[in-house]
């Protein structure tokens, strides 16, 4: 399984006001055994902010962004350097990426970011994602990290998606308000009831509480990947999540990854085209097959990598629609040509297909 796992600053510092060595220890103990077992993990990581202020010897809380700012950058680092220490104990290599909005808007720069965390995961590299406090514009920010594991979870196409807090799930109510709240196991999808669920903003340290929790669990759900709240003091908590156990709370995946991948591919506008032979025209019209250059006749439009193409019968009907692997200018380098001979042509690959089965929506 690919799984994303959130650690929120709650999670960290175990209510402390510090990040919390043993707790970080036990955590990291988990996720290397999840990969023993074979499982791919990135982690996304909050408390930047938080090592920061407890660097600079916790000086009077200021809100302004200059100050978070500063903390950011000030803890970011010491953060990563404390996940390289303990993570080294266990002989698991980390990888510092941090992302912002724009790199999930900008589709050069998602796919850009999804090369690196595969190359991470592909090389047993454990990707340690957090948002790019320092610089990141206040009002171009994802904003909270339970939103950003979302979006990584969709860059990665994780297969679940885990969001440790100091919460033991989802509760009927806040827990801290109200004590005769209980925990709801399993949410099947995210309705107007389980929005009002969730509380205010949640603990001293936290950023969202339970509403942006809420709002991660919607994007992931909508996109196919299963997302589990639990508590991150829970022993082993990612390894017995991983094997089956039912700790915290489930929100169900609305329909396949693949299903929620096809309807977006097709609510996207097409950028250009490619006419294709024949032969081409019936392997994928027929077969659903991926479609390789060798079969393309035409490039029309300018597009680029990752954008939604058409792809058209030698009459110029519309048999699909895609998602290139290959920007316009590539692919009439690459049309008509065998697959062996893209990395001579380009130099560069991005393997032998211009528009993956996957990402082909047959019309
Ligand atoms: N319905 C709810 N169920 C559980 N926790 C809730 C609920 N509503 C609000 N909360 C609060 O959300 C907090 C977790 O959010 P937050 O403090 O932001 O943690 P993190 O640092 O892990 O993101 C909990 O401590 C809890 O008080
Ligand atoms: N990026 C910030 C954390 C933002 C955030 O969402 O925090 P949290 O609610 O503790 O997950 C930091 O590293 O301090």
Known sequence: ??????????????????????????????????REAGHEVVLVTS????????????PPRDRTLAEKQLLAAVGQGRLMHTYAQLADLYGLPVAQVLLTADDFRDRTRYLNARTTLD??????????????????????????????????????????LVILTDAPGLYTADPRRDPTATLIPVVERVTPEVWARAGGAGSHRGTGGMHTKIQAAEIATRAGTPVVIAPGDARDVLTRLLAGESIGTRFLAAGSRLEARKRWILAEIAAGSVTLDAGAARAVSERGASLLPAGIT??????????TIRILAPDGTELARGLTRYASADLLKLAGQHSSATEGLLGYTYGPEAVHRDDLVRL
């Open 298 to 307: 035409g490039v029309q439009g300018r597009f680029g990598r990752g954008h």
């Open 1 to 34: 399984m690919r799984v994303v796992l959130k650690l929120g600053t709650s999670v960290l510092t175990a209510g402390t006001d510090r990040l919390h060595r043993p707790r970080m220890v036990d955590l990291i103990r988990t996720l290397a055994a999840a």
């Open 47 to 58: 408390g930047a902010v938080l090592a920061g202020w407890e660097a600079l010897g916790f």
């Open 119 to 160: 190359t991470c995961l592909a090389r047993g590299v454990m990707p340690v994602i957090n948002e790019n406090d320092a610089v990141a514009l206040e009002q171009l920010k994802v904003g909270d990290n339970d939103t950003l594991s979302a979006f990584v979870a969709n860059l990665v196409e994780a297969d679940l």
